[in-house]
């Protein structure tokens, strides 16, 4: 039997895959698609997944295929510069294809030991006190003792489940592709429509949808004729899509032996480009916690935190973007408040709240217990001739120690050591997460070691 079967192979199912596999976990992940779309949308990685990808050391190989923009709130669409000295070797943004980035999670994934099987949707899933069955469109069954749903949006995991998805339907549809265009415009025809060159003579073409439910290169002409009263000759698609403006959270992210993460559990507005790092976050803050249940040492309601820790997280994410899509309405209250906004992030400390918002480099966790750098990530500080994040390549925690006192005791299985005087922190040491987040911090042993088994369970 697998110990947990994932649905869906987005990128916030092959990066789960990956970070159970670092704990040994067997994993099937199963994909209704042969493969990603070829060409599509870029995606924007913000800093925070920089962070969670270094820490895997997995940045290295995705900086080539895509191109880095100066770090920026870009909030509703305003752009200004980031204020000068953000604490991160990774204050930048990395637009990607989505299709490269799933492909190169997908292949981290299966070097690691997953099993990704392609095209077989998830049909039914029912549960027991022992697993989960689940039920393929071949009207096979699979047997686990978890399943997560990564299946996006549309979750088949989470309908059948009858976990509620509360939260506003899509008002505004767009039709988005990259088409060839016979007669590309010299400016701007209407400010609704966006058509610029990508390359290999195709472009993205941008327009409000209309009230059809597809997206083929007829609903492109038409609404292009309609709002500019041409449609430029518009041909030979490369691929299109529709997308809504819906903003939904599930009302949990776990039931039972289920849980849910990346779209499956949170929908809204790409403004700020926020949904897929949403995701990737939850893949990360997931993995170790549910390995620890699959292997036995997790503490008592450790799993439970994934969802205490990042459905907030998505409840926040899913208002900044109903604040993006506000300032960005055409009506004339919100174009002066955008106005205003526009002039509040020449402010520094503005800016940097906005920009902590939209990088998650914000993200504080409440564990009930006060200091500084608690529930707080770790910037890539230098320690010993190397950087922290290349500590956390396997996934484990680490307790990082400049007293040169402090053991790890008998969590050595689950927590690595170094120790290094010379470490930048702000504290005598640290308890890190395999997350990156900050457990624990002080120098007293015992202390520590209550903290290891809350963290990682009985020594
Ligand atoms: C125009 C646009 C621009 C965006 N730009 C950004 C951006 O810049 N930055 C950002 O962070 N986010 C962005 N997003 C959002 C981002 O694309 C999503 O948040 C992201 O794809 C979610 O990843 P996921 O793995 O959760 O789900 P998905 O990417 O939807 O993947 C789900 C996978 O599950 C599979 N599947 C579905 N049902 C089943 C089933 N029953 N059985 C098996 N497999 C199944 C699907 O085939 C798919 O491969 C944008 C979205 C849009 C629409």
């Given at each position: 039997m697998n110990d947990v079967i994932i649905a869906g192979c987005g990128p916030v199912g092959a990066l789960l895959a990956a970070e159970l596999r670092l704990h040994d976990v067997r994993v099937l992940v199963l994909e209704r698609q042969a493969e990603p779309v070829s060409y599509a949308r870029i995606v924007s990685l913000h800093t925070r997944s920089l962070e969670l990808l270094a820490m895997r050391g997995l940045l290295d190989r995705l900086l080539p295929h895509g191109r880095r923009r100066p770090a920026g709130a870009y909030f509703a669409g305003i752009d200004k510069p980031a204020p000068a000295g953000l604490d991160s070797p990774y204050a930048f943004l990395l637009g990607i294809p989505q299709p490269v980035l799933v492909r190169l999670l997908e292949e981290h994934a299966i070097a690691l030991g997953a099993q990704v099987r392609k095209e077989c949707a998830v049909t039914g899933v029912e549960q027991d006190d022992l697993g989960v069955t689940v039920t393929l469109d071949s009207g096979e069954q699979k047997r686990s003792r978890w399943l997560v749903g990564?299946?996006?949006?549309?979750?088949t995991v989470r309908k059948r489940l009858g976990i509620g998805f509360p939260g506003e339907p899509s008002r505004h549809e767009t039709l988005m592709g990259e088409l060839a265009v016979a007669e590309p415009p010299s400016g701007v025809p209407d400010k609704r429509i966006d058509i610029r060159p990508v390359g290999g003579g195709f472009f993205r073409v941008i327009v409000p949808a209309g009230p059809t439910v597809t997206a083929t290169i007829e609903d492109f002409r038409h609404q292009l004729r309609a709002i500019?009263?041409?449609?430029?000759?518009?041909?030979?698609?490369?691929w299109t899509s529709r997308f809504g403006d819906a903003t939904r959270l599930a009302s949990s992210y776990r039931a039972g032996r289920v849980l849910l993460a990346g779209d499956a559990a949170h929908i809204h507005p790409p403004a700020g480009g926020q949904g897929l790092n949403l995701g990737l976050q939850d893949a990360v803050n997931l993995g170790w916690k549910l390995a620890a249940q699959v292997r036995g040492w997790a503490p008592g309601t450790l799993l439970d935190t994934y969802e205490t820790e990042r459905r907030p997280v998505a409840a926040d994410v899913l208002d900044n973007t109903r604040a993006q899509v506000a300032l960005q309405s055409d009506e004339p209250g919100a174009r002066a408040l955008r106005r205003l906004v526009t002039e509040l992030m020449d402010f520094d400390e503005v800016n940097r709240f906005l920009l902590g918002r939209t990088t998650a480099t914000d993200i504080r966790y409440d564990f009930g217990t006060s200091g500084d750098l608690i529930g707080r990530r770790l910037p890539d500080v230098a320690v010993s001739g190397t950087n922290l994040y290349s500590l956390l390549h396997h996934g484990r925690g680490l307790l990082l120690d400049r007293?040169?006192?402090l053991s790890r005791g008998a969590w050595s299985n689950r927590v690595d050591l170094l120790a290094d005087p010379s470490a930048a922190l702000d504290a005598p040491a640290v308890l890190l997460r395999p997350d990156g987040h900050v457990a624990w911090t002080g120098d007293d042993q015992r202390d520590l070691d209550d903290h290891l088994s809350r963290w990682f369970g009985p020594s």
């Amino acid at each position: 039997m697998n110990d947990v079967i994932i649905a869906g192979c987005g990128p916030v199912g092959a990066l789960l895959a990956a970070e159970l596999r670092l704990h040994d976990v067997r994993v099937l992940v199963l994909e209704r698609q042969a493969e990603p779309v070829s060409y599509a949308r870029i995606v924007s990685l913000h800093t925070r997944s920089l962070e969670l990808l270094a820490m895997r050391g997995l940045l290295d190989r995705l900086l080539p295929h895509g191109r880095r923009r100066p770090a920026g709130a870009y909030f509703a669409g305003i752009d200004k510069p980031a204020p000068a000295g953000l604490d991160s070797p990774y204050a930048f943004l990395l637009g990607i294809p989505q299709p490269v980035l799933v492909r190169l999670l997908e292949e981290h994934a299966i070097a690691l030991g997953a099993q990704v099987r392609k095209e077989c949707a998830v049909t039914g899933v029912e549960q027991d006190d022992l697993g989960v069955t689940v039920t393929l469109d071949s009207g096979e069954q699979k047997r686990s003792r978890w399943l997560v749903g990564c299946d996006g949006g549309h979750s088949t995991v989470r309908k059948r489940l009858g976990i509620g998805f509360p939260g506003e339907p899509s008002r505004h549809e767009t039709l988005m592709g990259e088409l060839a265009v016979a007669e590309p415009p010299s400016g701007v025809p209407d400010k609704r429509i966006d058509i610029r060159p990508v390359g290999g003579g195709f472009f993205r073409v941008i327009v409000p949808a209309g009230p059809t439910v597809t997206a083929t290169i007829e609903d492109f002409r038409h609404q292009l004729r309609a709002i500019a009263g041409t449609d430029f000759g518009v041909h030979s698609p490369r691929w299109t899509s529709r997308f809504g403006d819906a903003t939904r959270l599930a009302s949990s992210y776990r039931a039972g032996r289920v849980l849910l993460a990346g779209d499956a559990a949170h929908i809204h507005p790409p403004a700020g480009g926020q949904g897929l790092n949403l995701g990737l976050q939850d893949a990360v803050n997931l993995g170790w916690k549910l390995a620890a249940q699959v292997r036995g040492w997790a503490p008592g309601t450790l799993l439970d935190t994934y969802e205490t820790e990042r459905r907030p997280v998505a409840a926040d994410v899913l208002d900044n973007t109903r604040a993006q899509v506000a300032l960005q309405s055409d009506e004339p209250g919100a174009r002066a408040l955008r106005r205003l906004v526009t002039e509040l992030m020449d402010f520094d400390e503005v800016n940097r709240f906005l920009l902590g918002r939209t990088t998650a480099t914000d993200i504080r966790y409440d564990f009930g217990t006060s200091g500084d750098l608690i529930g707080r990530r770790l910037p890539d500080v230098a320690v010993s001739g190397t950087n922290l994040y290349s500590l956390l390549h396997h996934g484990r925690g680490l307790l990082l120690d400049r007293t040169g006192n402090l053991s790890r005791g008998a969590w050595s299985n689950r927590v690595d050591l170094l120790a290094d005087p010379s470490a930048a922190l702000d504290a005598p040491a640290v308890l890190l997460r395999p997350d990156g987040h900050v457990a624990w911090t002080g120098d007293d042993q015992r202390d520590l070691d209550d903290h290891l088994s809350r963290w990682f369970g009985p020594s």
